[in-house]
Structure formats: structure tokens, C-alpha cells
């Protein structure tokens, strides 16, 4: 078996390439040690010390080395721990969980969506599903709708996304102009 690394545009953090699927259906975050214990391979990435985000996707896994951390001395670690995971067959997730499936309180909502905007909802999702979402998985990442209110579309990045440098103009210059394009309700988007 090989892993391919790639480069994304956050310098911190590597895109991991197993060539077989890593999710089903998804994609999942893992912030911190305690929220790694739901994997067994994220917590052993975190049980390297020297991590603070693993991201899993379709068919990646994107880490996120912690401040001062060399790629150089980390990248063997990680590819090791991917290697023994996948060539074992090893559970993805403890105790039988579903893979699929974000943690319920990173999928709420941080604002009440008002019912009568349940169409302009649904076109949000559809472009962010069809458009963005591929996108930001090519970068390592992904994407969570979090509301819309008042002309305001509030996003979560996600992986590699999350601390990229130029994250910010992912979400005002890209997915804003995107939104405000094809659906006129929009008015602005924010991170949440």
C-alpha cells in the first residue's frame, strides 16, 4: 500500500491520500485528543503530541501539524500510523459508531432560521453540496452549513479549511460571491 501526501493551502496542514475510502458518506473533525477517542485512528495521530486537527474525508485524511511542528519530522509519524491502520483493516470508529455522521453539536445551528426561507435554504445547500463542497475537499477540507438569517449565510471550515491563512477570503471572495450570485437573498456570509 502507498499514501500519497498533498500539499494544501494551509501551511500547516497535510493531505494524507490512502487510495481506498476513508468515509462512506461525509466527512468528520476531530479538534482535540478527547474528541478523538470516538476513532481510533485519529486518536492515534493525536497520540503523536504533535497535532491539533484530523480531518477525515471521502477518501482522505487531512492533519494539521501544531505550531512549530516540522512536516519533515511528523510526515513519517502520520504516514506510519495511516499505513498500520489501513493495511489492518482497523475500525475506523470505536464501539461501532457511524461514520458518516458529524458530532450533533457541530451540526447545530447558531441561529433560528425563520420557515419561510426553507427554498432559499435548500439552494444554499444545493450550491454548497454541488459547488463548494468539491472544492474544499481538493483542499483538504470541508464545509458545514451553520444558518441563514436575515440575508446572512453562516459557514463552518473545516480541516485544512479551518486555519488557512487565506480562509477568510475563501469565505467572502469565493463562497459569498458564489451565493449572492445564484441566490439573491443572500446578502453576506459569515463564519460561525
Known amino acids: 500500500m502507498f499514501i500519497e501526501t498533498a ?3 494551509n501551511p500547516a496542514s497535510l493531505k494524507f491520500l490512502p487510495g481506498r475510502q476513508v468515509m462512506q458518506s461525509g466527512s468528520r473533525e476531530f479538534t482535540s485528543p478527547e474528541t478523538a ?3 481510533p485512528l485519529a486518536q492515534a495521530i493525536f497520540d503523536t503530541g504533535e497535532v ?3 480531518f477525515f ?4 485524511v487531512t492533519v494539521t501539524a501544531a505550531p512549530g511542528v516540522s512536516w519533515a519530522d511528523l510526515k513519517p509519524q502520520v504516514v506510519a500510523i ?3 491502520h489501513f493495511v489492518s483493516e482497523a475500525p475506523l470508529f470505536a464501539g461501532g459508531t457511524a461514520d458518516g455522521i458529524s458530532v450533533p453539536a457541530e451540526d ?3 441561529v433560528d432560521e425563520d420557515e419561510a426561507d426553507a427554498d432559499v435554504v ?3 445547500n444545493e450550491l454548497l453540496e454541488t459547488r463548494v463542497r468539491p472544492a474544499v475537499a481538493g483542499d483538504g477540507g470541508d464545509i458545514a452549513y451553520r444558518g441563514f438569517k436575515d440575508g446572512v449565510v453562516y ?3 473545516q480541516g485544512a479549511c479551518a486555519g488557512c491563512p487565506s480562509s477568510t477570503a475563501t469565505l467572502k471572495q469565493g463562497i459569498e460571491g458564489l451565493l449572492k450570485h445564484y441566490v439573491p437573498e443572500v446578502v453576506e456570509v459569515r463564519a460561525a
Not at 474525508?57 to 482522505?60: H, I, K, R, V
Open 122 to 124: 435548500a439552494q444554499i
Open 52 to 54: 491539533v486537527n484530523v
Open 7 to 9: 500539499a494544501t493551502p
Open 37 to 39: 477517542e470516538a476513532s
Open 82 to 84: 495511516l499505513l498500520d
Open 57 to 60: 474525508g471521502t477518501d482522505f
Open 108 to 110: 447545530e445551528l447558531v
Open 155 to 157: 459557514l463552518t471550515l
